[in-house]
């Protein structure tokens, strides 16, 4: 039992949502971050108006409320791949994607410090078992930006546990017995997994690397499932596989950068409006480019993937949704307001589901684990609560039970058990 606050402090920072946890006698153990809430969705907006900077929910009401500026989200999707190094343009001026992750993260440092009312110089960042898959020196590399990244905000020390692991250590601490449990971590940019035993002896144990039977991950999560729903169901309707008049198909590429959220941006340039006016001249259905100049010359193109993404979310309840799309109508022009259903949006994201239940599958098979030994299934992460992704885990592992952890908290009130673990 803690009996004094932890020195260190956990931190998720994630694709969709960040958090701060931190140990302490008889308190929660995430720190309120924004309105009261534990989480900061992982999104900044430059505002050109106000010639101001704000994040989180903030950032997203100001984006949506129309105000001119840049807004940029899917922050974590940048570390590994080849955009870290470069830079993009903002209020008119180059900012290098480091520095644009360098100021998230100072954010979420201050504002857990405010919360806790002291500062932290040690940290347990979270981690996906790869940020960049089948490729060691690259997963090694994105590591080591967020190590530097995070020493640059003023961590004196910073060390690393795998995300599933941490939503492990957190639910280990409701257990009154052993379970064989499978961690499913499915968030906003990957899905890990790590098949670990857990019971109340174990977790006194200060190494616990035999308990860790396995980990695995995809590079596939939420950020994924909402470009393929795009792509399959929202872009045909702004012209996406339709045909210029001389027969053949138009671009693909510029549907490919609306429908993924840290392309979205590339689309606002000058080059860009020039090959979307050229395709507008070029097409043969001309009511549907209509609706996506509208698109660009609002900059609406993370107000559409919000759309999509809050479709995707109601679709775990609802059979069906409508998807209103009147900001984009031309006056006079009919309205679009597609209906799509949940069988839609499975048809569509199948794939990515069956690379999912093939990384369980694969976890256990390396692990020499059989089905029926699995006594849990735990579920951690916002993208965990896509039916069709349960019932394809569900089916691979039919006798374990299905356990719902906090699908946005689990990591980081995880990562701060092992904060206190780690540095005391």
Aim: glycine fraction near 8%.
């Amino acid at each position: 039992m803690l009996q004094q606050p932890a020195r260190a402090c956990g931190i998720d920072f994630g694709t969709s949502n960040s958090t701060v946890g931190w140990l302490r006698p008889g308190a929660p153990a995430l720190l309120s971050l924004e309105d009261g809430k534990p989480t900061l969705p992982s999104a900044v907006f430059f505002n050109a108006d106000e010639d101001s900077v704000c994040f989180g929910r903030a950032a997203l009401a100001e984006y949506l409320d129309g105000y001119e500026g840049r807004l940029m989200r899917a922050l974590k999707s940048l570390l590994g791949s080849k955009l870290m190094d470069s830079h993009t343009e903002v209020l008119g001026k180059l900012l290098p994607f480091r520095d644009l992750l360098r100021q998230f993260i100072a954010e979420l440092k201050r504002r857990g410090e405010l919360a806790a009312g002291r500062s932290f110089d040690h940290a347990v960042f979270g981690r996906p078992v790869h940020f960049v898959d089948d490729d060691p020196v690259a997963d090694k590399q994105a590591e080591d930006t967020l190590a530097q990244i995070a020493k640059a905000v003023g961590f004196r020390e910073v060390s690393f546990q795998f995300e599933p692991i941490a939503a492990a250590f957190h639910y280990e601490q409701s257990l009154t017995s052993e379970e064989l449990v499978l961690i499913a971590d499915i968030g906003g940019g990957t899905s890990d997994f790590s098949l670990v035993r857990l019971s109340p002896q174990r977790a006194l144990l200060s190494d616990r690397r035999e308990d860790l039977l396995a980990n695995a991950g995809v590079h596939i999560g939420g950020t994924d499932l909402d470009r393929a729903f795009s792509l399959a169901e929202v872009m045909p309707l702004l012209g996406f596989r339709s045909k210029k008049k001389n027969g053949t198909e138009l671009p693909a590429t510029p549907f490919f950068n609306l429908a993924t959220w840290h392309t979205i941006n590339f689309c606002y340039t000058r080059t860009a409006w020039s090959e979307f006016q050229d395709m507008y001249r070029d097409g043969a259905e001309r009511e549907k480019l209509e609706l996506l100049l509208n698109l660009i010359g609002e900059r609406a193109g993370h107000w559409l993937a919000l759309q999509v993404e809050e479709a995707k979310i109601a679709l775990s309840d609802a059979a069906e949704v409508t998807l209103d799309l009147a900001r984009l109508h031309r006056k006079g022009g009919d309205p679009v307001h597609p209906s799509i259903t949940r069988t839609a949006l499975d048809t569509a994201i199948a794939p990515l589901v069956d690379r999912v239940g093939e990384t369980v599958e694969a976890i256990l098979d390396s692990a020499g684990i059989r089905r029926d030994q699995i006594d849990t299934v735990f579920f951690t992460g916002g993208s965990s609560g896509v039916p069709s992704l349960r019932q394809r885990i569900a089916a691979a592992l039919p006798a374990a039970k299905a356990v719902e952890g906090d699908l946005f908290g689990s990591i980081g009130a995880g990562l701060a058990v092992d904060a206190a673990r780690r540095y005391g």
